[in-house]
């Protein structure tokens, strides 16, 4: 059975769309079954509904400064749905434990740099800034510590001499929307791609859909 799939966002969605788009390939190893937004404004939502797939709103914003009761809440809508992987992209939200004990070993993250390189955010200028000639992206799950979990997938790209921030983000984008779904596949199918020991990725061998 292929696992059940969310992803949370927070504002344009290339990426969700991406992997919605390769999940409409019959082929492809897992199923995209709810979007979850932190801002209901957020220009992904309604490419998902558009999609054909769940999509609402959970708004930071209703509480207040309590962080964990809005975790609590979006981890509720995805138990409800029993979605067995999450996908952050592009959801600019720090994790409390709560999130991130809930799905521990079953939450992916995209992140615009070659991590360990340039954790947080402002990648693409901390690269030109520090003159690497390398950049690029990362698929990574997530743990407690901010961009730091087990890295399941890279790309690289080239960084030329008359790059602009703006320049630089479009090329690693490009490669985010090719490898998002490919880790998400591999990640599927229990052999996440580019991890010096895949089975340490693993705390959940996938027996999907049987929970
Ligand atoms: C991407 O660059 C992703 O790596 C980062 O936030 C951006 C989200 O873009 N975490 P999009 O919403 O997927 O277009």
């Known amino acids: 059975m292929k696992p059940r799939t969310a992803i949370l966002i927070s504002g344009r ?30 220009a992904g939502l309604r490419a998902a509904r558009l999609a054909g797939i769940r999509a609402e709103a959970v708004d930071h914003r209703d509480f207040g400064p309590d962080r964990a009761a809005h975790e609590a809440a979006i981890d509720t809508m995805l138990q409800t749905a029993n979605i067995e992987i999450v996908c952050l992209a592009g959801y600019m939200r720090l994790l409390t434990p709560l999130l991130v004990q809930a799905w521990q070993g079953r939450m992916l993250n995209i992140h615009p740099s070659l991590l360990p390189s340039f954790p947080g955010l402002h990648t ?13 992206c990362t698929v990574h799950l997530v743990t407690q510590e901010t961009d730091a979990g087990p890295i399941l997938a890279q790309a690289a790209v080239p960084v030329l001499p008359a790059d602009t921030e703006d320049d630089l983000a479009q090329r690693v984008l490009r ?14 199918t229990g052999k996440p791609v580019g991890s010096p020991d895949p089975e340490a990725c693993l705390t959940n061998p996938p027996a999907w859909g049987t929970a």
């Open 13 to 42: 969605g290339s990426n969700m769309a991406a992997l919605i788009a390769a999940a409409r390939d019959p082929a492809f190893p897992a199923r995209i079954d709810l979007v979850l937004s932190n801002r209901p404004d957020a």
């Open 124 to 136: 693409h200028a901390r690269a030109l800034q520090a003159g690497v000639k390398l950049h690029g």
């Open 175 to 188: 490669q985010e929307h090719a490898i998002y779904p490919a880790a998400l596949a591999a990640f599927a």
